[in-house]
């Protein structure tokens, strides 16, 4: 996997490295069957990643469902509590797509206020992804601890015509609550890119906490009009698939990915 990166601060430097793996946490839309490494540093906070994407050979002209599974770390040199995690963009490959239709949905209201095994069991039939994330959590005249909490992504009803998907979460500090993350995919039209997510994250215990973690495995296959297909699916085209990524915390650091990932067709 190859990247190009530009990261930044207030009143920081830009410069140019590999990139950060954000499309590890995108809907699929890359392929390969090998497991990536990547590890990028902006100042203090650093951040590290590794993805496992198939499939990696495709039959000339025809999409395969994808799947992949990501772990996503964030720290900082000094260990210092890390900034929140603000905002995601990802603009996706347009060599690819996504069957929302035909696949049952779960609601907000459905989720509010659920656990993790709630959520799941009363949505299971629209259940695209799980992992687990971790935050650290800084209290005022306490020792940080850290929080864990299964993360799950459901297929949502769409918005507009657009797919929408819903990520939860949950906490149980300050409360117990269930954190519930609703975005849609837009279509595009720039250039290689052909869809764009803008996911906005919640403050995590009451904005005392900053994700450490996020490990995820996402994309399922389902019956349509009798024949099986994936919720994501891509083709090949050019030797690659590419996602654009921007991750944006809460003191304005922000970093942009560039991300490919090499294809090639099947005998």
């Known amino acids: 996997m190859q990247g190009e990166e ?3 601060g207030p009143g920081s430097f ?31 906070l650093k951040v590290s990643a590794t993805a496992e994407f198939q499939p990696r050979a495709f039959p000339e002209g025809k999409m395969l469902p994808a799947t992949f599974g990501s772990i996503v770390r964030i720290k900082t040199v000094n260990g210092e509590q890390p900034p929140a995690l603000k905002t995601l963009v990802f603009e996706f490959d347009k060599h690819g797509r996504l069957n929302f239709k035909g696949l049952p949905t779960c609601t907000v209201a459905q989720l ?24 650290r959590v800084d209290l005022p005249g306490k020792a940080s601890f850290t929080i864990t909490s299964p993360i799950s992504i459901f297929n949502a009803p769409p918005e507009g015509g657009k797919p929408a998907l819903i990520a939860h979460a949950y906490e149980t500090v300050p409360s117990p609550q269930a954190l ?43 019956k349509l009009h009798g024949r099986k297909v994936g919720y994501a699916e891509a083709e090949c085209s050019g030797g690659r698939l ?3 990524g921007e991750l ?16 090639h067709f099947s005998d």
């Open 6 to 8: 530009l990261s930044g």
């Open 14 to 44: 830009r410069r140019r490295a590999w990139a950060l793996a954000l499309a590890l946490l995108a809907v699929g839309l890359l392929g390969g069957a090998t497991a990536y490494a990547v590890t990028t540093q902006i100042g203090n």
């Open 112 to 135: 509010e206020g659920t656990t993790p095994d709630e959520a799941r069991k009363r949505c299971a039939g629209a259940l695209l992804g799980t992992g687990v994330g971790k935050a």
């Open 180 to 222: 519930l993350v609703p975005f849609t995919v837009e279509k595009i039209n720039h250039g290689r890119y052909g869809y764009r997510a803008e996911i906005e994250l919640p403050p995590i215990a009451d904005g005392d906490g900053s994700a450490i973690l996020a490990e995820v495995s996402f994309g399922r296959t389902f």
């Open 242 to 244: 590419q996602v654009h």
């Open 248 to 263: 944006i915390f809460t003191d304005g650091s922000f970093l942009q990915s560039l991300l490919t990932s090499p294809c």
